[in-house]
């Protein structure tokens, strides 16, 4: 069973940066696309990036595309996200999910294990 643990997120300033990690633990095949979502209070669960393991290609919504990197480390077995030129908007619980395929998805339902979540803030 993969486990997901995040860490990095933080309080930063517009226009600043921030990089969230997401360790894997228990992963047994490269044949996994891990992925970032975001939620913010009264709204619904949103994608923000995916990434295939095993052949590094990637998916980003359309709000965070030139501003965001979605990354992996196999020897770490993490997965980053690094956010560029935050904005207000993108305050929220960030959440790191991972599923076994080779599509790259992007709705909710698509993923079966997540993580706790970590707090990103990003001030006016």
């Known amino acids: 069973q993969v486990q997901l643990v995040e860490s990095g997120g933080g309080l930063v300033q517009t226009g600043g940066s921030l990089r969230l990690s997401c360790e894997a633990s228990?992963?047994?095949?490269?044949?996994?696309?891990m992925a970032w979502f975001r939620q913010s209070p009264g709204k619904e669960r949103e994608f923000v990036a995916a990434?295939?393991?095993?052949?590094?290609?990637?998916r980003y919504v359309d709000s965070v595309k030139g501003r965001f990197t979605i990354s992996r480390d196999s020897v770490k077995n993490t997965v980053y996200l690094q956010m560029n030129s935050l904005k207000p908007e993108d305050t929220a619980v960030y959440y790191c999910?991972?599923?076994?395929?080779?599509?790259?998805?992007?709705?909710?339902?698509?993923?079966?294990?997540w993580g706790q979540g970590t707090q990103v803030t990003v001030s006016s």
């Open positions: 999910a991972a599923t076994p395929g080779l599509k790259l998805y992007a709705g909710r339902d698509d993923y079966g294990t």
């Open positions: 228990g992963r047994t095949s490269n044949n996994y696309i």
């Open positions: 990434i295939n393991w095993w052949l590094g290609s990637t």
